[in-house]
Structure formats: C-alpha cells, structure tokens
C-alpha cells in the first residue's frame, strides 16, 4: 500500500513539469508586414532592453571574464557570483566546478531564498557575444539583430528560442525573493516580434 502511494505521487510529481510549462505556452504572432513604425519599434525596444539588463537575465550573460553575476535587490550588492566559480571557456565550468553541481533541475521549485536556482541540467553562461552585464541599451540593440553575435537567428528565430528555453520561463517565476523579469513572457516575445516588424531599428540608426 505505501509503495503504490509512492508510485502515484512521483508519478504526480512527474507530470507537473510539463503540465506547467504547457500553461505557459506563448503565442507566436507577429503584427502585418509594414504594420509598425520606426517610433514604435523603438518603443518595443526600450521594454526589450529593460528585460534584457534585469538581473534575472543579464547575470547569465557575461563577459569574457567567464565570471556569472550576483545582482539585483535580493543580492543587497552587486558582486561576482561567490565560492569563486568560474565558468571557463567551456561557459559550464567543466575546467572548474561544473554549474550543474549545484544548478541540476530539481521538482522541488526554487522557493528557498539564497539557493541555487535548479531549473535546467544544462544551466550555463551566455556566449560571450551575449554579453548584456554592463552594456547599454543601443550596444545591446545592435548585438541583438547581427546575426554573427546573436547566434544566427532573425528576430522570428528569437521568438521561438524565448518559448523554447525553460531558464527564460524560470526568469519570470524565479521564486523566492528573486525579483521576476519585467512585463511578461509573452509581452516580451510580442515586443521582439514588434520590434522586427519595424526593421528591428536601433536608436543610432
Ligand atoms: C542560466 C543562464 C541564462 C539566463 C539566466 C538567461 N540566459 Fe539567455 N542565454 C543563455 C545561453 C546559454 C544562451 C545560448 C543558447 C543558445 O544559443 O542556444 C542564451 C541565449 C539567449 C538568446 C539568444 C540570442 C543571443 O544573443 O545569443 C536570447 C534572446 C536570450 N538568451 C534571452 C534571455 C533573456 C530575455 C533572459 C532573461 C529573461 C535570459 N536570456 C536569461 C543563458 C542564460
Ligand atoms: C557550489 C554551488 C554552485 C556552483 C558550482 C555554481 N553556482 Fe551559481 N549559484 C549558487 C547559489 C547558492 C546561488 C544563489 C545565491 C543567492 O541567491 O544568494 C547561485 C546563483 C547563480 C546565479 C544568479 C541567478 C539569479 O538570477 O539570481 C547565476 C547566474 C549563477 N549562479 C550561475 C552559475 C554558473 C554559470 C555556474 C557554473 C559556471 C554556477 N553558477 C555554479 C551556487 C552555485
């Protein structure tokens, strides 16, 4: 009898992933050809920066100092990740102490404040042509559209990457006293898609 209840609820315990993820699904549906002007794509874009420079993001993209951040108000001060980690060419640590160590995925949500966010086994930093930690807003405008630093994807392809990354719906339910990502999941998909719309158009343009 007990083993059977054991069974059912890791079965339970199981399925809740997924089934929350699916409740998360975003749509992907970008405004008429012509549709947006240069103003509001810029307007798109200065949300999109906001998402961008949050901690919740910019802590995983980085710089060549291969080094993650501590920042945001549940950090108090702005501060290189602790215990001295270093994430290495390999951006896993796998020349130190592997982030999964302590980030491997987990069922038991990240509501313990001070732990380690366990969203995904393969938690990592950005590339470094991601770096966001520092930059400004027409710097990241103009990394975010060239396909040599943006990972090859047009401004469709960042949609779809957006709904695709469980650390990206992680970062608007961080649990805890971690502050979310501004706006939503789907606003922030919907601001890309205006964005591009409109010719994907930076201030220094
Ligand atoms: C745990 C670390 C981590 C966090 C947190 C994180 N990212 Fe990333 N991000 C990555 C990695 C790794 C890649 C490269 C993945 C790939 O190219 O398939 C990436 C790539 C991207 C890309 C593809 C374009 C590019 O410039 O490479 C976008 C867009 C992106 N992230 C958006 C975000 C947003 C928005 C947030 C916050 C809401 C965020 N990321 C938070 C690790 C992270
Ligand atoms: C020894 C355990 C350990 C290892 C290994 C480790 N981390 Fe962490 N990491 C933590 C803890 C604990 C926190 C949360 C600290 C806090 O909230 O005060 C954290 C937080 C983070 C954050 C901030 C998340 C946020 O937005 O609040 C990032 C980014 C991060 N780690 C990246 C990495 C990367 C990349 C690696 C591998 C190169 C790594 N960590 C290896 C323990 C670890």
């Not at 404040?113 to 950005?126: F, G, K, N, T």
């Amino acid at each position: 009898m007990f083993r059977l209840k054991t069974v059912v609820l890791c079965a339970a315990l199981a399925l809740a992933a997924p089934i929350a993820l699916a409740a998360d699904k975003v749509v992907i549906a970008p405004p008429a050809p012509g549709s947006v002007s240069r103003e509001q794509g810029l307007d798109a874009w200065g949300r999109i920066f906001e998402v961008t420079s949050h901690p919740r993001c910019s802590n995983c993209h980085v710089g060549e100092r291969n080094r993650p951040m501590w920042s945001g108000p549940s950090y108090g001060k702005t501060q290189v990740h602790g215990m001295n980690i270093i994430a290495g060419e390999s951006r896993i640590g796998a020349e130190f102490l592997p982030c999964a160590t302590c980030h491997a995925a987990s069922e038991t949500g990240n509501d313990v404040d001070h732990a380690a966010p366990q969203v995904d086994d393969d938690w990592r930093l950005a590339p470094v042509e991601a770096q966001w930690f520092g930059k400004s807003s027409v710097e990241i405008c103009n990394q975010l559209r060239d396909p040599a630093r943006n990972g090859e994807r047009s401004f469709m392809d960042l949609a779809r990457h957006l709904d695709h990354d469980v650390i990206l719906h992680w970062a608007w339910k961080p649990g805890g006293s971690r502050q979310p990502a501004p706006y939503s999941l789907q606003e922030h998909v919907n601001d890309i898609l205006t964005w591009g719309v409109a010719g994907q158009p930076c201030t220094n343009d």
